[in-house]
């Protein structure tokens, strides 16, 4: 049986994620191929019905990547999304997704390493979780 391949959805700030995604690209740094990646103008427009939408259309696990704190281009961007985070996955909770399943990291654009370990840290939590379709109450109140 073929090993459990997560899809994961990245929503990252143009001026960093999407940045340090693209250096790990020139620095040769191996990530795995499981996330598909949505540039945005800045975090602050990560929604969460856009949040949502992604687990809806099939999506394993979701996360957004965004500034330093106190370094967004929009000011306080990256401080809503971070909020817009938490409310999904309270969202989550009460549909019976394990709120694990999304998550907010902060980077800067010479961080491309670290956006590979990102990428490999939320590839791995999802493996472990499985499919999505897995969820159950029984797991979300165990969290
Ligand atoms: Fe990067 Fe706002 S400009 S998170």
Redesign the pocket.
């Known amino acids: 049986m073929s090993e459990f391949e997560p899809k994961i959805v990245a929503f990252c700030?143009n001026?960093?994620a999407f940045a340090a995604a693209d250096l790990a690209g020139a620095m040769r740094i191996q990530y795995p191929a499981n996330v598909r990646i949505i540039r945005l103008p800045?975090?602050?427009k990560a929604d969460a019905l856009y949040l949502m939408k992604a687990f809806e259309d099939g999506a394993d696990g979701v996360f957004v990547a965004?500034?330093m704190e106190g370094e967004?281009?929009?000011l306080r961007?990256?401080l809503r999304?971070k909020k817009r985070v938490d409310y999904v996955k309270k969202l989550l909770r009460e549909v019976g997704i394990n709120p694990q399943r999304i998550e907010m990291f902060n980077l800067s654009s010479a961080m491309g390493g670290r956006f590979a370990e990102i990428v490999e840290e939320m590839t791995q939590r999802i493996k472990e979780l499985g499919p999505v379709s897995n969820d159950g109450c029984k797991e979300t109140l165990e969290t």
């Open positions: 700030c001026f960093c800045c975090t602050g965004g500034c967004c281009h929009f961007g990256n999304a």
